[in-house]
């Protein structure tokens, strides 16, 4: 930020708090991705040489196969390779760790948008019965009553709509030492 001075020279502003503390936020969060997670320098053995011995890979595979996901469309843990990797994006090549953990925040993203996809659909399926409702000819008594209470039983549910829902989940990353 610039600020004219009285003899026509350009001085610059200071920075607010918030400015500081969100570059000091920024920083931090580079320095951590360079770093990698610090788990990588304690483990004994690689991620895909652990996998096999967990037993519960298949269930991964299930799901997805139960979701209409080719299990063989899934990547494999049969080797450390990360061939995605990205290291101006990703930081340090951790291999298969690395990549598995990328796997689960894109799963995360896929099916957040999913959701998010799915509820605008229903909100929009919703409000066009309620305007169909609202336009149409209620001088029956008996329309109308079944009307209104139509249209509150269709309120609700948009107001179910617009909450959010949280998933816990065990933590896969960590971060600093």
Not at 131 to 158: F, N, Y
């Amino acid at each position: 930020m610039l600020n004219s001075r009285h003899d026509g020279r350009k001085m610059a502003m200071a920075k607010s708090a918030a400015e500081y503390q969100r570059a000091y936020r920024e920083r931090k969060a580079e320095q951590a991705k360079l770093a990698g997670d610090p788990t990588d320098k304690i483990t004994s053995r690689r991620f895909h040489e652990y996998l096999p011995e967990d037993g519960n890979w298949q269930e991964v595979l299930t799901y997805l196969e139960w979701a209409g996901i080719n299990p063989d469309a899934v990547p494999r843990f049969d080797t450390d390779d990360d061939p995605e990797h990205d290291s101006e994006n990703d930081g340090p090549n951790r291999g298969s760790i690395g990549r598995a953990e990328r796997m689960v925040g894109m799963l995360l993203d896929a099916a957040s948008e999913l959701a998010a996809i799915i509820n605008r659909y229903k909100r929009k399926e919703i409000s066009d019965r309620i305007q169909e409702i609202e336009t149409s000819d209620l001088s029956d008594p008996d329309a109308r009553k079944h009307a209104l209470a139509d249209i509150v039983r269709l309120q609700k549910m948009l107001d179910q709509l617009e909450k959010r829902v949280r998933w816990s989940l065990p933590q896969w990353k960590v971060t600093g030492e």
